[in-house]
């Protein structure tokens, strides 16, 4: 598998491009579509995987920028990929060294003028996922699968199936109609830096899901005690910290929780994982079962097999002067764990890696999997997604389109086990222990986290990228937080500290056009060159890049 450089993950947006910028560009899109299908196993753009923000020139006039370390960084084990060189150096596949996202050249300025504010916000208020009677419309589409769909002539879906209801509890805990626990659950978390910034271009969620055992006590019946302990567990393992959690009785659970050598009251799950040692955790109920007769797996910073995540992508909200997020979603993205790999095999994945990119600089990235089963990566995850068709309906990502998502899941030095959102979910001691949703609470009044040099994380990416995103093209964050004459402005990054919605979310104005600008993507379906929603052509970003040519950047920074 060859090594890539991506200057954000997860999350910013998985896409793709290939033509040129000409006026005839729709229609080579349209062509090119026409000659395939929505269920070809086939990617034009060779290098998709590879986003558009690797592409970015990173000084100008002399001035250093720096958006790369933060998927690009000094990794922790079991993430075995330490990537800092691919700050330095363009590191593509010879085939990937010219760049294919065209959307991002264009001036999208008299298309947005075109649409008028009313049509747009009334637009992004209009619910895609649920039709008109409460139902998942898209789950209901699936159930009878259109045939441009079905990828096997099989006459059924055999991909992930939406089924979350955003119907949280207060525990965050996902209901369906019936009342019943779907088994998601969601957190509130602390946005990626750059261009997954609402600031940027969308606001999205993320909810979770594990496997049933883990739900269950161990006469296999759904324990909610149960399941909020074993969530309070893998937080503790993911983070290497420990967890409050609300009084608890270890006997009936079997699991010294706070290691105190007894089985009493636990209020806390203490992190104590060292097995060459003798020092190990356990998950309860069930999974303990299944843990100890080997069919489940733990070690630090890993989730177990089973393990969902679902996560959506949307347009963002204008509520008088504030802004939020929307109840259209753009995307619908889903990953499934499949099965463990443990520290070795995921050393040798990335040993892999490094060889091939070193011997073999001309190959290309390739993937098993398809548009209807998912894509699978090395490191045991599934990924698939939904995206909105030319009417604004929610459908099946096509092969090229989850192909682009790969790159940042798994190749980057900052993922955790493939995944970035969980690691920064708000801890026990926020609003709800963090396990709530957006649209209930913003992040307004939510302090900067604290990197671990002491930086607070939001302000110490602006010092090295003073506009808020990769493109150096954000003005509205630029003359929030900086002077005429690039002199950071003390005022605000003081409010930053206790208040990071004054960086996250964008006013009024900017979130209107960017919402504009999305729609003609939209409108277009040209998500294959590019997905961002883009204002104004981005002339910072390289249209062609040396093979390992320097990126101009000389101090190598640290995520962490």
């Known amino acids: 598998m060859h090594h890539l450089k991506i200057a954000l993950c997860l999350f910013v947006v998985c896409m793709v491009g290939c033509e040129d910028s000409s006026s005839s560009n729709s229609q080579a899109v349209k062509s090119e579509q026409s000659k395939s299908t929505m269920t070809a196993d086939i990617s034009i753009n060779a290098t998709a995987y590879i986003p558009p923000q690797c592409f970015t020139d990173p000084v100008a006039d002399g001035v250093e920028h720096n958006p790369c370390y933060v998927c690009h960084t000094p990794s922790k084990e079991p993430n075995f990929l330490n990537d800092i060189d691919v700050q330095l150096s363009y590191v593509f596949p ?36 649920f039709n008109k009677d409460g139902e998942i419309a898209i789950k209901k589409r699936l159930e009878s699968v259109p045939e441009n769909w079905d990828r096997n002539k099989n006459g059924s879906w055999d991909g992930f199936i939406p089924d979350v209801y955003f119907n949280f509890d207060d525990l965050g805990f996902d209901h369906d109609p019936k009342g019943t626990y779907t088994g998601w659950r969601v957190y509130a978390y602390y946005p990626f830096p750059g261009a997954f910034l609402p ?23 759904f324990d ?50 060292d097995p060459r040692n003798g020092k190990t955790m356990s998950y309860v109920g069930m999974a303990r079962v299944l843990l100890e007769k080997g069919d489940i797996h733990l070690a630090a910073r890993l989730l177990p097999e089973g393990t ?37 095999q995921l050393r040798t994945i990335v040993t892999k890696e490094t060889k ?9 990235k390739v993937v098993i999997g398809n548009m209807e089963d998912g894509m699978n990566t090395p490191h045991g995850w599934t990924y698939q ?12 990502q096509t092969y090229e389109e989850t192909f682009a998502c790969l790159g940042c ?99 009024p104005e900017r979130a209107i056009a960017l919402n504009k600008a999305y729609k003609v993507i939209v409108d277009e379906q040209s998500y294959r060159l590019g997905r961002e929603p883009v204002l104004n052509a981005r002339d910072k970003v390289l249209k062609e890049v040396e093979l390992e040519g320097d990126t101009g950047i000389t101090e190598v920074l640290s995520y962490y």
């Open 94 to 129: 010879e085939s990937g060294l010219k760049n294919e996202w065209d959307n991002i050249f264009k001036d999208r300025s008299e298309e947005i003028k075109a649409i008028s504010d009313e049509s747009i916000i009334s637009y992004v208020r209009t619910d895609n996922y």
């Open 199 to 221: 600031t940027n271009g969308a606001t999205d969620d993320v909810m979770m899901r594990l496997p049933e055992a883990f739900r269950n006590n161990e006469a296999g019946d």
């Open 224 to 273: 909610l005690v149960i399941y909020r302990t074993n969530f309070a567990i893998l937080e503790s393992l993911m983070n290497e910290r420990d967890v409050a959690i609300p009084s608890v009785d270890e006997t009936s659970l079997n699991v010294d929780l706070d290691k105190d050598g007894k089985l009493a009251i636990a209020t806390n799950v203490k992190y104590e994982w």
């Open 308 to 344: 969902e995540f679902l996560h959506t992508v949307r347009y963002i909200d204008v509520d008088g002067d504030q802004t939020k997020m929307a109840t259209r979603m753009k995307e619908l993205r889903y990953s499934r764990k499949n099965s463990w790999r443990n520290y070795y």
């Open 356 to 364: 091939e990119r070193h011997d073999f600089p001309e190959r290309t």
């Open 385 to 396: 997604g939904f995206i909105e068709d030319s009417t604004g309906d929610l459908r099946p």
């Open 409 to 507: 899941h798994g190749y980057v030095g900052a993922s955790n086990d493939t995944t970035i959102s969980f690691t920064r979910k708000f801890k026990e001691t926020s609003h709800k222990e963090g396990w709530y949703h957006w649209s209930e609470r913003g992040v307004e009044g939510v302090a900067d986290p604290i990197r671990e040099d002491g930086h607070g994380e939001y302000a110490y990416y602006l010092q090295h990228n003073p506009t808020g995103n990769e493109y150096r093209d954000n003005e509205e964050v630029l003359n929030k937080f900086f002077t005429k004459d690039g002199k950071a402005k003390a005022d605000m990054f003081e409010q930053l500290k206790n208040d990071i919605s004054v960086l996250l979310m964008p006013t």
